[in-house]
């Protein structure tokens, strides 16, 4: 079984326990206006060119099937990322993000190093994009792992609940996003309703994996009391939750986006100061850190 | 920190107040000139030297200070005069500034039985040689001794002054200290300053700190224990200390400014198997955390028992974005000293110079940076000379490896007939000099040289893609990659692009490039085992560039891994500057392969990590994993930077708002903004293919 991924982390330290390996699934069903990993939305291969060191040659040019329709020596409209003007290239600034492999060929990958990253407590995190959008491929890669490997998942929890509940059997902890409790706010920020993202946490809480909830704190969005409050009394009392980790918008969220020749329009106010509250979470018997 | 503390961190760092106080510049040869006229000796010249800088200075009490000693001379006195100094570098074999340097005092053969004792002692040896009539012994002691005098007379102005000026504490310390033995941790820290700010004065540069954890600890322990100090007592103690080694540290005669080479060495193992660990590395590390100032560097010595706790305080040290702390591995290095001839109880007890070249206190009389080897010149030249003839890539890497050999006896030919200036002051703090009437220039009982490897990374690489592109793959013709390097790959981008960006590179645990390192390595210790040099000394191979990785790029030629002439090779045991490397972990692996207790001189990994990722303590304890994990594979010395690149460029813009703001720079630390653009550019660089 095939999967495609953009990146294959090593060394993460914000993903779980220890030390991790954090593979990079591609695709994903929302569309937050923060999102930090573009080339992670689409699930095609897509060429990204680094604005930084072009001289000029052309040789992306002369070898792109589109040539005549490139601005610049950037990307043409249409690109397929066929990956002709990447070997091309004598700068190689540019790339294609996104490769299909199979489970077997990324099991085997992960577990190159799986032994230095098990001593130092860690393990294999898997995030996107969006996991759930390649579950079989995630689960097949995850029985290939065994059992010895700590698994940790990063997820907008949006996706079919059958695979999320696998997710749940499957993954050793689980990391799961709330971007905001209310619906309006999330379908006009994520372009998605967050009804199933709201159905799976409420899963996660009655279940015994155990799991974190990380609110990625975008200003002006949902750095109020409201939507901590409504994490709170989501989370109160869930057996397995270990914590509530608030992740602040930086605004080198934007970086990746010139690569991919799209627009940074995060549609929020990105320079205003971050409202931080972490006594709501105490208040009501939940631990809970700023990353 | 103290409000005391932050108030003279200020005045000394800060405002640099004190500054005022100084003297207008004097003539550097003028003291030569006399000597020369008079025809005096070298010995003799040294001991003046160092009696007219100690009786030009006079006596400052700075606001609220309680150690004292202050320069306010700011010339160094030459003891040669100019013409001589041009002269001795073409009869003699000259190292640096040609002062001893670099080398590991033992403090306590002062600290711990006072000047005045020290004194009688020198007083009947002197006697012992006048009467068998060995008079240049005799005279020698006897200048040993006017030094001790003129060191005791310029410590009772101060107490003078401090009497004047009603600094009670002061004066009760400077009427025990030097003269007598220190009785309690701040006389200890008054004596270290004496000695320390003695040392400078005499021209010696790269005074070392050494073990501070272990020779100050009785000292420590026993004040603690007799309810003189608390913990926040001494802390602040220590930190009015290590902010008196950046008082003068300006003024310090060295090779580069801001390469003081005060290195303290911290933890370690005991011969029986104990950790040295101890409440006072604590809190030299809580102090240095606390101030965040260049000077005293932090190295801290570990092994497989040490627990992960030490290597948390070291990160969060790192986190502050000074370079240090250093790591040492005892595992790996304390076998090395063994191999090297270095007696256990010296083994056991190394410490660091001003860099990172294991030295020994009080024996050793080593030159650990005599001179280096190119190994990124060896693997250039054997594949612009032999790669027509070389059938198989074995036989290229003979060629290499007979380079390697060339330069190394090149390299200690070269260290024949040294000559070093004399170092009273230091020889009083040295195994048997004021036993034999003898100077520590002339020799102790280790005269080491270290040879330093530069370029490891480019020469393994080079090499791997010559074996997997002409002897593998056959996509590069011999001719072909042959014309390129000659032309500095004008007009040859593609094959520039495949060898720079596509070929195996050292730093991803890449077996094709990381089995040829290993190779090199053992061919360059291999090159220098069992030689001896002339004053009986081994030779020792190091990872360690200094400055020679800079030199050596400026006359290597385009080499096969895609550098072009002129190019950076990477400082240290680091990967290429230019190399796309996965990430530390990597890293790690591939810089842990090589039999590094064979090429033990010192010469770190380096490792720049992004500063988000020591985002909170639960980060910086895994990045504490991280070097630990170095250190179970088996590496012998890891140096980490914390940098953020954005604050480098912004830095660069407007140098007025970062003057604070401190790299590493090789083996020290340096404020970014002051370093020359070619410095501020390679750390930039650097920074560039890390996290």
Redo the contacts between chains.
């Keep these: 079984m095939n999967g495609s991924l953009f990146d294959i982390?090593?060394?993460a330290?914000?993903d779980g326990p220890?030390?991790r390996q954090t593979v990079f699934l591609k695709g994903c069903p929302l569309r937050c206006s923060w999102c930090h990993n573009p080339e992670g939305l689409s699930a095609r291969p897509e060429l990204m060119v680094s604005p930084n060191g072009c001289t000029g040659?052309g040789?992306c040019r002369e070898v792109c099937p589109l040539g005549g329709t490139m601005v610049g020596f950037g990307k043409p409209p249409g690109c397929t990322a066929c990956g002709l003007c990447v070997t091309a290239?004598?700068?190689?600034i540019r790339r294609v993000a996104g490769e299909t492999v199979s489970a077997e060929t990324l099991a085997a990958r992960l577990m190159e190093?799986a032994d230095?990253y098990a001593?130092?407590?860690g393990g294999v995190t898997f995030s996107g994009g969006e996991p759930l959008m390649q579950a079989d491929f995630v689960l097949e890669t995850l029985r290939l792992l065994g059992p010895a490997v700590h698994t940790a998942l990063e997820t907008s929890g949006y996706g079919d609940e059958n695979a999320f509940a696998a997710f749940t059997d499957a993954f050793n902890l689980i990391l799961f996003d709330l971007k905001s409790m209310d619906d309006d706010i999330h379908r006009r920020y994520t372009g998605v309703s967050n009804r199933l993202i709201l159905k799976n946490a409420r899963r996660l809480c009655r279940g015994n994996t155990p799991f974190i909830f990380r609110i990625p704190v975008i200003p002006g969005v949902n750095d109020t009391e409201a939507h901590y409050r409504a994490v709170a009394e989501l989370a109160q009392g869930a057996p397995s939750l270990l914590r509530v980790e608030l992740l602040p918008y930086h605004i080198t969220a934007g970086a990746k986006y010139a690569l991919l020749q799209k627009a940074y329009q995060p549609g929020f106010e990105t320079d205003r100061p971050i409202h931080i509250d972490l006594d709501i979470f105490t208040r009501h018997g939940i631990r809970s850190?700023?990353? | 920190m103290t409000d005391r503390i932050r108030r003279l961190k200020r005045y000394v760092i800060t405002d640099k107040a004190h500054h005022a106080l100084r003297f207008a510049p004097r003539d550097e040869y003028a003291l030569a000139e006399t000597f020369a006229q008079s025809g005096m000796g070298d010995m003799r010249r040294a001991g003046r030297r160092l009696i007219a800088m100690l009786e030009a200075e006079t006596p400052v009490l700075l606001p609220e200070e309680r150690i004292v000693l202050t320069r306010r001379n700011p010339t160094v006195f030459s003891m040669f005069t100019r013409a001589e100094l041009e002269r001795l570098p073409k009869e003699r074999r000259i190292h640096e500034r040609g002062d001893v340097s670099n080398i590991a005092v033992d403090y306590t053969r002062l600290l711990n039985v006072g000047l005045e004792a020290k004194r009688e002692e020198i007083e009947r040896c002197r006697a012992a040689f006048e009467a068998a009539g060995e008079r240049d012994r005799a005279d020698y002691l006897a200048m040993e001794a006017e030094i001790l005098n003129a060191v005791m007379a310029l410590c009772d102005r101060y107490r003078a002054l401090a009497e004047r000026e009603g600094r009670a504490d002061v004066a009760a310390c400077l009427a025990q200290v030097p003269r007598h033995a220190p009785r309690t941790f701040p006389e200890a820290l008054q004596m270290f300053r004496i000695l320390h700010f003695t040392m400078w004065l005499g021209g010696n540069y790269h005074n070392t700190v050494g073990r501070l954890d272990r020779f100050l600890y009785p000292y420590y322990r026993a004040d603690r224990d007799a309810g003189r100090l608390t913990r926040e007592t001494a802390l602040e103690w220590l930190e009015e200390f290590f902010i008196s080694f950046n008082r003068d540290s300006d003024l310090y005669p060295g090779m580069q400014q801001g390469d003081n080479g005060q290195s303290v060495m911290l933890g370690g193992r005991n011969p029986d198997g104990t950790s040295a660990f101890n409440e006072l590395s604590e809190l030299c590390l809580t102090a240095s955390l606390e101030l965040s100032l260049i000077d005293p560097k932090m190295n801290l010595r570990v092994d497989r028992d040490t627990p992960l706790d030490v290597f948390t305080m070291g990160t969060r040290l790192t986190k502050q974005g000074l370079g240090f702390p250093q790591y040492a591995n005892d595992d790996v290095v304390i076998p090395a000293l063994l191999a090297y001839g270095y007696a256990p109880e010296d083994a056991y007890n190394y410490g660091v110079a001003a860099c990172w070249e294991f030295i020994v206190p009080g024996t050793g009389m080593d030159v650990p940076n005599i001179a280096a080897v190119s190994l990124a010149a060896a693997a250039q030249q054997a594949v612009a000379d032999h790669l027509r003839q070389a059938e198989d890539f074995p036989a290229l890497m003979a060629a290499v490896k007979a380079n390697i050999r060339a330069q190394a006896d090149d390299c200690m030919e070269h260290t024949k007939g040294l000559y070093l200036f004399p170092a009273p002051f230091l020889s009083l703090m040295m195994e048997g000099c004021v036993e034999n009437g003898m100077d520590v220039s002339l020799g102790c009982r280790y005269n080491n040289y270290g040879i330093h490897g530069t370029g490891v990374a480019t020469a393994a690489d080079s090499l791997a893609a010559v074996r997997k592109y002409v002897y593998g793959d056959h996509s590069v013709g011999k001719e072909e990659l042959l014309q390129a390097l000659l032309r500095n790959f004008e007009g040859d981008?593609?094959l520039?692009?495949k060898l720079?960006?596509?070929a195996p590179k050292m730093g991803n645990?890449d077996p094709e490039v990381d089995d040829i390192a290993v190779e090199l390595l053992d061919a360059f210790a291999d090159s220098l085992e069992g030689k001896k040099n002339d004053r009986g000394g081994v030779f020792r191979a190091g990872t360690g560039t200094a400055m020679y990785y800079l030199w050596h790029a400026v006359t290597l030629p385009a080499t096969a891994d895609g550098r072009k002439r002129g190019e950076a090779i990477a400082a240290n045991y680091s990967p290429s500057v230019f190399a796309r490397v996965?990430?530390?972990?990597?890293i790690l692996?591939s810089f842990s392969k090589a039999h590094l207790g064979r090429v033990c001189n010192g010469g770190p990994l380096t490792l720049e990590l992004h500063d988000t990722?020591f985002?909170?303590e639960e980060?910086i304890q895994?990045?504490a994993?991280?070097v630990k994990?170095y250190m179970?594979r088996g590496g012998h010395q890891l140096q980490l930077n914390a940098v953020n690149r954005d604050t480098l460029y912004e830095a660069q813009r407007h140098p007025q708002e970062h003057r604070n703001l401190i790299v590493r720079v090789w083996g020290w630390s340096g404020y970014f903004v002051e370093l020359d653009k070619e410095y501020q550019d390679h750390i930039i660089k650097r920074m560039e293919l890390s996290l």
């Design positions: 982390k090593e060394c330290i914000h220890g030390l040659c040789r290239c004598p700068q190689r190093n230095y001593g130092t407590g850190c700023v990353l | 981008g593609d520039l692009a720079r960006f596509d645990n996965k990430g530390p972990v990597s692996q990722l985002r909170n980060a895994k990045v994993v991280l994990s179970e």
